[in-house]
């Protein structure tokens, strides 16, 4: 974790964290603490996986309540150079979320508010994004 993300007041927050939470197996909290605890965004990319996963009226109801708590961001035509340098690297070739990760990680780099993901962390790390990690959420 950077000294950035160490004084963040807000966190990007990725998908695996959402899902959890929907499936019940959010046991620590851990999405709780995060919004008590900072001011808590979602990509655009993030809420359309999710709505994606939902399967049926109810689960589409529990991801719309859900993102509801977030404040949405959007990626403007200066984000797509960073995307672009981003879905190069190594680390995300062959991945076939790669391009949510990579919009989330220029997300990151140009708004300098770091991620949130369990799943995730390593990967953001070795795309040198800043990250929190979820053990530092009290």
Same mark, same amino acid.
């Given at each position: ?9 807000? #966190? ?20 709780? %603490? ?12 993030? $809420? ?18 859900? $993102? ?6 959007? $990626? ?8 672009? %340098? ?8 062959? =991945?076939?979320?790669?391009?949510? $990760? ?16 369990? %799943? ?14 979820? =053990?530092? #959420? %009290?």
């Amino acid at each position: 974790m950077s000294s950035e993300a160490l004084k963040a007041q807000a #966190i990007l927050v990725e998908t695996d964290l959402l899902l959890r939470f929907l499936c019940g197996a959010d046991t620590d909290n851990l999405l709780v %603490r995060a919004l008590s605890s900072y001011r808590c965004y979602l990509s655009v990319g993030s $809420i359309a996986e999710l709505l994606s996963r939902a399967g049926n009226d109810e689960e589409v109801r529990a991801a719309e309540t859900l $993102i509801m708590l977030f404040q949405p961001l959007g $990626i403007p035509m200066r984000y797509a150079p960073t995307i672009a %340098r981003l879905l190069a690297h190594p680390a995300l070739l062959h =991945n076939s979320e790669a391009m949510r $990760i990579a919009q989330n990680g220029a997300i990151s780099k140009e708004t300098k508010v770091p991620v949130l993901s369990i %799943r995730y962390s390593s990967l953001y790390s070795r795309l040198d994004i800043s990250t929190i990690m979820p =053990n530092s #959420i %009290r």
